[in-house]
């Protein structure tokens, strides 16, 4: 029977999961975890065969959550859950060692897909996903960004000040300059006109 970890920071998002993989026959949550630290003490204390883990939590990063995962148990796969859009971050997720991307905004259904695929040693994105890494031969350079970082770029360039924009991820306005300078530097720009142009382009801002 597999067993599924679920971690996620809020409640409502982790008893949503629960009511999904208890409709299906041989699923069993085996633990859940509200940030990086609770999530990577059950994966070293339990036997569970998949993560379902937000690609936001308090704690460490996603990437590194992905790394100390693997380092504790090789080869158990993470099916990230996320409402960033997946073009954006899941090429960058599934290089650093995730199994697979869904998004919190698809059906029951595809999510149980997505398990089942990682659990059998696939790996899964959706097929519109899908099909547009397999004819895209370039990376975008937005796609170097952090989980984080595309958070501030969208709010950047969605016009919000530095202050409204420190309230909304929870950290310091030093850390938000701190994160577009980063972001500046790895898209080559200069200028928050210049992001905001480069998030235009890329659709990553309505």
Do not use: C, W
């Not at 202050?163 to 980063?182: C, F, G, M, P």
């Not at 006109?193 to 382009?201: D, G, H």
Request: proline share 5%; glycine share 8%.
């Amino acid at each position: 029977m597999p067993r599924v970890l679920i971690a996620d920071d809020h409640v409502l998002i982790r008893e949503g999961l629960r009511k999904v993989l208890a409709l299906e026959p041989g699923m069993e949550v085996a633990g859940e975890a509200a940030d990086a630290r609770e999530l990577l003490e059950l994966v070293a204390a339990t036997s569970a065969d998949v993560v379902l883990m937000d690609i936001n939590m308090p704690g460490e990063g996603a990437v590194e959550t992905l790394r100390r995962i693997a380092a504790l148990r090789p080869g158990l796969p993470v099916l990230i859950i996320s409402m960033l859009p997946e073009e954006h971050v899941a090429p960058r997720l599934l290089r650093m060692g995730a199994a697979g991307y869904v998004s919190k905004s698809a059906a029951a259904e595809e999510l149980v897909t997505a398990i089942r695929k990682v659990l059998g040693g696939g790996r899964y994105v959706s097929p519109a996903l899908a099909e547009r890494i397999a004819f895209t031969g370039t990376a975008a350079a937005h796609e170097s960004l952090s989980p984080r970082e595309l958070q501030v770029l969208r709010l950047i360039a969605g016009g919000g000040p530095v202050k409204e924009i420190a309230d909304a991820l929870s950290l310091s306005v030093s850390t938000v300059h701190t994160h577009r300078a980063r972001i500046l530097e790895k898209l080559g720009l200069r200028s928050d006109v210049e992001l905001t142009r480069y998030a235009v382009r890329f659709h990553l801002v309505d």
